[in-house]
């Protein structure tokens, strides 16, 4: 079965200082990839897609995230992070059980302090 | 447009008891579907539905019951409720892509999740 790899579970940075968290994925077929934010007490939202294209894709609130195909992964990126930015961070994948079905990992917190 | 509503926002069960999470949306969405959500775990499907009438199993449905006599509403039933089903759970819907694969993707939306302790 697909399985998406989140490799820092919980990471603490200072406001201003950079960020990348890893994602590995399983499946070496055509997948859509994404990343998810969930802030304290509030629900996912997505923060961006990759579906082909460019592999540098740009999301909401200045994050970014590259594709790299020979490495089945797709970290997110940061250059400046802000306290605002404290939250769970998730990425997902989907392709090899359907084009819906998202298949999650495990979630890496993150605590900006300002 | 409220978009997918859940209800209730917390629950306390005993072990053995049943209950229903209620799930809406309203944008007309074909696919919706349930997750549960655990500590260092990420979310997990529970079960999903391509439009009214159509329900299938996810990743961890035991234990689970699914309807969708709607559109609009998705609840999830928990049988007999047991210590391993305390999480939290959410509710997200889609448009259904009509051809698989690249920008036929649709992205869901997350309601704001049940938090549900079984003791």
């Known amino acids: 079965a697909q399985s998406v790899s989140q490799h820092n579970h919980h990471v603490i940075l200072s406001e201003a200082a950079s960020l990348e968290l890893g994602c590995n994925y399983s499946?070496?077929?055509?997948?859509?990839l994404f990343w998810y934010v969930q802030y304290p007490g509030q629900h996912l939202q997505l923060l961006l897609k990759y579906f082909s294209g460019d592999p540098l894709v740009k999301g909401i609130k200045g994050f970014e995230a590259e594709f790299i195909k020979s490495k089945f992964s797709f970290n997110l990126r940061k250059p400046s992070v802000q306290w605002s930015d404290t939250a769970e961070y998730f990425c997902a994948v989907n392709g090899q059980e359907g084009f819906q079905k998202l298949v999650f990992g495990t979630g890496t917190r993150l605590l900006v302090s300002p | 447009n409220a978009g997918v509503t859940q209800t209730p926002k917390f629950q306390v069960l005993k072990t053995g008891q049943s209950m229903t999470l209620q799930c809406a949306q309203d944008?007309?969405?074909?696919?919706m579907s349930w997750y549960r959500q655990d500590p260092g775990m990420g979310l997990r499907l529970i079960h999903y539905?391509?439009?009214?009438?159509?329900?299938d199993q996810g990743e961890v449905p035991n234990g689970y019951n699914v309807s969708r006599s709607t559109t609009e509403d998705f609840p999830l039933r928990l049988l007999s409720a047991a210590p391993s089903q305390t999480s939290v759970y959410f509710c997200?819907?889609?448009?259904?892509?009509?051809?698989?694969?690249?920008?036929?993707?649709?992205?869901?939306?997350f309601g704001p999740g049940t938090r549900l302790t079984v003791l």
């Open positions: 499946y070496g077929g055509t997948v859509n």
């Open positions: 997200a819907s889609s448009y259904f892509p009509g051809l698989a694969g690249g920008s036929s993707y649709n992205e869901q939306f």
């Open positions: 944008m007309n969405h074909e696919y």
């Open positions: 539905s391509v439009g009214a009438g159509i329900t």
